[in-house]
């Protein structure tokens, strides 16, 4: 079946330094995959699009030089956070889709900023 | 704006019951509706899901319903159980991409 891992699943950062975050899909080809934050007492954001042979999209609020994307095949993404504040903190969520299939999320990187 | 709305943040149901849960968007060019299902700590799982050519879809306890001229659709659980407890997140998306806004949840709550 189609499976979604992200990793690592918690990270702990102090203020003002990056970090990065991986997704892998398995069992199908993610020609999309999207990126979201669920921030304490928030539903899930949308941060970045990201299509195959197209350019990531960023969503307003959210920018390449804050949460650079890489999406190099179509197993693997990975965001980086960098210059992580206390705002930052969260669950990221990776969701990825082959085609117009249902979409498969990973379970989440728990991100804590001290 | 909130493009997909759940309006209600909490809902109380008896077992055995009927559970709906209903959302609203905004976005005409929406064509791809899905309820997911989360627990606390947990990310979304995928229930079920239409496309914006059926207006309805069944599966098991679970029915679909989409009302593009109303621009809503539902949840129905039917025979609802304590294990249904959790967050229902309702999202909304077109064309394919993996690309899909949520709601903000609502928060069911089976009593036995």
């Known amino acids: 079946g189609a499976l979604v891992y992200q990793y690592p699943r918690r990270t702990i950062c102090k203020s003002g330094t990056s970090m990065r975050m991986e997704c892998q899909a398995v069992?199908?080809?993610?020609?999309?995959v999207a990126w979201y934050r669920q921030s304490p007492q928030k539903t899930f954001e949308l941060i970045a699009l990201?299509?195959?042979?197209?350019?990531?999209?960023?969503e307003q609020n959210f920018t390449q030089e804050k949460f650079p994307i890489s999406h190099p095949n179509l197993s693997f993404s990975s965001m980086t956070v960098l210059n992580a504040y206390l705002e930052d903190r969260g669950l990221y969520l990776c969701?990825?889709?082959?085609?117009?299939?249902?979409?498969?999320f990973g379970p989440g990187t728990r991100l804590t900023v001290l | 704006g909130q493009q997909v709305k759940q309006s209600s943040p909490s809902l109380t149901v008896q077992e055995g019951g009927i559970s709906i849960l209903n959302c609203d968007y905004e976005n005409d060019m929406f064509d791809y509706f899905a309820w997911y299902k989360k627990y606390p700590d947990n990310s979304p799982t995928l229930l079920i899901s239409v496309r914006s050519n059926v207006d309805k879809r069944e599966d098991g306890r679970l029915t679909v319903f989409l009302n593009k001229s109303g621009k809503h659709f539902s949840l129905h659980i039917t025979a609802s159980q304590p294990e249904d407890t959790a967050v229902y997140l309702c999202a909304a998306g077109q064309g394919g991409s993996a690309k899909l806004i949520f709601g903000e949840g609502t928060k069911l709550t089976v009593s036995s």
């Open positions: 990201s299509t195959v042979n197209s350019a990531i999209k960023y």
């Open positions: 969701g990825a889709r082959e085609g117009a299939y249902e979409q498969y």
């Open positions: 069992g199908f080809q993610a020609t999309s």
